[in-house]
């Protein structure tokens, strides 16, 4: 299994002479998180710092002086670090998101706007509206638009408190390891989280139980019409077991780590974190039975799996197991410690059309829209991600579009994000040309 990222939160202060102190031992958490995943045989994609939001340690005077003090933090985070200096949350602050598409531009640094809703239960328009303009402004004048990949607009309803009884399985941002959404505050204090990429390993979990294992494009899980919810619950138990197998020794892993370096492990978002290289979520789909990605019978897949992954339990254990029956039996005895780790953040299925090759392919093929994606991101995460739409596409639209998914957000109480890709000279429909390696290409969505 990899691990997408062992994420430190850290808080900062205005006091610039901690900083150096602050940075460096998240690093160094970090760097002994993956030195010790590594040893038992996981793969760590990256490791990064998320600080409490930036207008409470940055002198937002104006830009100039917030440039100075991002280049000064950056000469403390290392080059393999990705570095995210947090979010803007209240409209006090508006201003200052015109300050980070140049800091993204020159420092390569994440943020995110978490935009809040009025006491009236409506979304913060004039919050959403400097979101637009900033996701407007990274579009031109960054390279290709593709700075918009270390910003979003985000919608985070409840706030989990600061002991380890956080609400299970999300309804805050507040922990997601991911970036540019991931979002912490200065109560919360110090701790770390981990994020997880596994498609891979749910096609492993549910290959044994295919009707045609030979060939998993063609195969599914589903032997018969009659027996689709019999078999459905089967592959459901498969994903849980293998799920809650590797995500408990991880969280042993890190947690050893964490007795020494006193930051906390505080949860696992439990999400399916596409990857170009990795499988596609559209091979999980067609795994239970799905024609193609977007056909009837997709949004109750999408509702399916996030229940699966929201429901996998995941324990510190006595000791680090080295095969699923080893573990099978710390579960099955009664006198063995086993401390339930929390899963934190979206903790669910992740649809980004332009991090996933089969997604990617679905959409160039016109089986899915920019409104089914709204749809889905009801039943599970993780709202609108990584969506190229056409280069002229206006302020006033994009506000539009992330007060929908704000709705979404907070009636639904999940945290969701939109994280849109305007591309300079393309129309819909057109083919993208991205060149940042996380990313794959697609037609741009009409919107």
């Known amino acids: 299994m990899f691990v997408r990222t062992i994420t430190t939160f850290a808080v900062l202060t205005p006091n610039q002479s901690e900083w150096e102190t602050s940075l460096q031992r998240a690093e160094n958490h970090n760097q002994q998180c993956k030195l010790l995943l590594e040893k038992h045989g996981f793969s760590v994609q990256t490791t990064r710092i998320i600080t409490n939001p930036y207008p409470e340690y940055t002198n937002i005077t104006n830009k100039e002086t917030f440039l100075k003090d991002i280049e000064y933090l950056k000469s403390f985070v290392s ?3 990705r570095f995210n200096i947090g979010a803007c949350t209240s409209k006090q602050y508006k201003d200052t998101l015109a300050y980070l598409p140049e800091a993204i531009l020159k420092y390569n640094i994440s943020a995110s706007c978490l935009v809040p809703e009025t006491s009236d239960g409506i979304v913060d328009m004039e ?6 303009e900033t996701i407007r402004t990274i579009a031109d004048t960054t390279p290709g638009g593709e700075g918009n990949f270390n910003f979003c607009g985000s919608g985070s309803p409840v706030r989990p408190s600061t002991t380890n009884t ?19 505050t200065t109560e919360e204090g110090w701790y770390c989280t981990i994020g997880l990429q596994f498609p891979d390993i749910i096609v492993e979990a549910l290959q044994p139980l295919c009707n045609n294992t030979s ?31 590797y995500m408990s020794n991880i969280a042993t892993i890190v947690n ?30 067609k795994l239970f039975g799905l024609s193609y990605y977007g056909a009837p019978g997709t949004l109750e897949i999408s509702s399916y799996l996030t229940k699966i992954l929201k429901s996998v339990p995941v324990y510190i254990l006595p000791n680090v197991t080295t095969s699923e029956i080893d573990y099978q039996e710390i579960l099955d005895d009664t006198n063995s410690i086993k401390t339930v780790v929390p899963l934190i953040g979206y903790s669910g299925l992740m649809l980004p059309p332009t991090e996933d090759t089969g997604l990617a392919a679905a959409h160039t093929n016109n089986q899915y829209t920019i409104r089914d994606l709204l749809m889905y991101s009801a039943v599970c995460g993780i709202g609108l991600d990584t969506v190229p739409v056409p280069g002229d596409t206006s302020v006033l639209t994009i506000t539009n579009l992330l007060a929908d998914v704000m709705t979404l957000s907070y009636r639904l109480c999940k945290p969701l994000s939109v994280r849109l890709f305007p591309v300079p ?3 819909a429909s057109e083919l993208t040309k991205f060149e940042n390696p996380n990313l794959c290409n697609t037609r741009v969505f009409h919107i």
């Open 127 to 132: 919050l959403c509206y400097a979101t637009a």
């Open 166 to 184: 956080w609400n299970p399985a999300g309804g805050s941002m507040v922990g997601v390891p991911y970036f540019p959404s991931g979002y912490t």
């Open 425 to 427: 000279g393309l129309n």
């Open 215 to 245: 060939n998993t494009s063609s195969s599914s899980i589903v032997n018969t019409f009659a027996s689709r919810t019999e078999d459905w619950e089967k592959g459901g138990q498969a994903i849980k077991h293998k799920l809650s197998y």
């Open 256 to 285: 050893s780590v964490c007795q020494e370096t006193n930051i906390p492990v505080r949860g696992i978002d439990g999400s399916i974190a596409p990857l170009p290289t990795a499988a596609s979520v559209v091979d999980i789909y």
């Open 79 to 81: 080059e393999n670090t």
